[in-house]
């Protein structure tokens, strides 16, 4: 799975939506929005409530979303809101600040197939600690929360033990050797273009180089295919 995260480049605007959704539908990926409500955030993201607030979706138009491509995907973070979402959504996301919050997380392993929990804000212990929760049933994204992080800094040993790749570098380098070690899950900053407003754009990914990046996996699992031929 490549995930494009919409975060807030979509700058809360319908039409910049749509056009991202357009760009996840014809590469055929999923794509992420933060489904939250600006007063059950995490205390981690009171520095930036304003920003926050601009950017909030309202229940309206996560249902629109969700209803528009079947490859839509939210993070959560309260358990009224993943509640609601459960009526009309399989998979869900939870965000790195509350990997340990152990009643959202109780909540979305109750009422969605597939649960995927980023880990970056969080100790090894911790870590351990939610793999000891959860069981098999959620989805861990081996994560460092550096905005915008070296690719020197990617431990690609450690991360054989996660499920998946947030990736918070510059460039998708790192995303296509997540790939190669078998990563299942790969999440990416997407915006349509690095001009437009937000915090993310240095660690945002075009439509060109996410479309490198699917191509990548891709060839990846056309090499699989023969390997399996050949042992056949």
Same mark, same amino acid.
């Given at each position: 799975m490549i995930c494009l995260d919409a975060c807030g480049n979509h700058e809360g605007k319908i039409e910049l939506i749509n056009s991202m959704i357009d760009i996840s539908e014809s590469l055929r990926t999923y794509i992420k929005f933060q489904a939250y409500r600006i007063k059950t955030l995490h205390p981690s993201w009171s *520095?930036? $409530?304003?920003? $926050?607030?601009? +950017? *909030? +979706?309202?229940? *309206?138009?996560?249902?629109?979303? /969700?209803?528009?491509?079947?490859? /839509? +995907?939210?993070?959560?973070?309260? &358990?009224?809101t993943a509640e609601w979402m459960s009526e009309f959504q399989r998979i869900v996301k939870i965000a790195s600040p509350d990997?340990?919050?152990?009643?959202?997380i109780r909540t979305c392993l109750d009422k969605f197939e597939t649960v995927i929990i980023? &880990?970056?804000?969080?100790?090894?212990?911790?870590?351990?600690? +939610?793999?000891?929760?959860?069981?098999?049933? /959620?989805k861990l994204l081996y994560c460092i929360s550096k905005y915008p992080t070296r690719f020197e800094d990617v431990d690609f040993d450690k991360m054989q033990y996660f499920d998946g790749f947030s990736d918070h570098t510059p460039d998708i380098r790192a995303s296509m050797k997540a790939l190669e070690n078998g990563a299942q899950i790969i999440e990416r900053h997407f915006t349509l273009c690095r001009n437009l407003k937000g915090n993310d754009q240095s660690i945002s990914s075009t439509p060109d180089e996410i479309e490198k990046l699917v191509n990548h996996q891709k060839y990846l699992e056309k090499c699989e295919e023969y390997k399996i031929r050949w042992r056949g």
């Amino acid at each position: 799975m490549i995930c494009l995260d919409a975060c807030g480049n979509h700058e809360g605007k319908i039409e910049l939506i749509n056009s991202m959704i357009d760009i996840s539908e014809s590469l055929r990926t999923y794509i992420k929005f933060q489904a939250y409500r600006i007063k059950t955030l995490h205390p981690s993201w009171s *520095e930036k $409530y304003h920003y $926050y607030e601009s +950017l *909030e +979706l309202s229940p *309206e138009t996560i249902w629109d979303i /969700a209803h528009r491509t079947n490859k /839509a +995907l939210f993070t959560v973070f309260d &358990t009224e809101t993943a509640e609601w979402m459960s009526e009309f959504q399989r998979i869900v996301k939870i965000a790195s600040p509350d990997a340990n919050n152990w009643n959202l997380i109780r909540t979305c392993l109750d009422k969605f197939e597939t649960v995927i929990i980023s &880990t970056g804000m969080h100790s090894d212990k911790e870590i351990g600690d +939610l793999r000891r929760f959860a069981g098999k049933n /959620a989805k861990l994204l081996y994560c460092i929360s550096k905005y915008p992080t070296r690719f020197e800094d990617v431990d690609f040993d450690k991360m054989q033990y996660f499920d998946g790749f947030s990736d918070h570098t510059p460039d998708i380098r790192a995303s296509m050797k997540a790939l190669e070690n078998g990563a299942q899950i790969i999440e990416r900053h997407f915006t349509l273009c690095r001009n437009l407003k937000g915090n993310d754009q240095s660690i945002s990914s075009t439509p060109d180089e996410i479309e490198k990046l699917v191509n990548h996996q891709k060839y990846l699992e056309k090499c699989e295919e023969y390997k399996i031929r050949w042992r056949g």
